[in-house]
């Protein structure tokens, strides 16, 4: 079993910042590639950024330069800092495995950016 809680959503002016952090339990193995993921209301749900257990990073090219991805070992989360947000940054934010697996969706936390 799996649980993902996702945390740290809000409403904040562009140009703003925001940090949210993923906290994961159950099955270490299946948590090695954890992901980020956002939807827009009418929209597909997309990738945003992968980050393994090494640390190593992939970011999508739509928030390339503004998002970043990173494993707190402190907290044990995984967190997404999301800087210079836009107004087509609102969306609700997830996060899971990657590839996703449908049972290990949270309730995601709603990011709204205003212009």
């Known amino acids: 079993q799996v649980q993902v809680v996702e945390s740290g959503g809000g409403l904040v002016q562009a140009g703003g910042s925001l940090k949210l952090s993923c906290a994961a339990s159950g099955n270490s193995i299946r948590l090695n590639l954890m992901a980020w993921y956002r939807q827009s209301p009418g929209k597909q749900r997309e990738l945003l950024a992968t980050i393994s257990t090494a640390g190593t990073t992939t970011i999508s090219a739509s928030v390339k330069g503004r998002f970043t991805i990173a494993r707190d070992s402190a907290t044990k989360t995984v967190d997404l800092q999301m800087n210079n947000l836009k107004p087509e940054d609102t969306a609700r934010y997830y996060c899971?495995?990657?590839?996703?697996?449908?049972?290990?969706w949270g309730p995601g936390t709603q990011v709204t950016v205003s212009s």
């Open positions: 899971n495995v990657y590839p996703p697996q449908p049972n290990y």
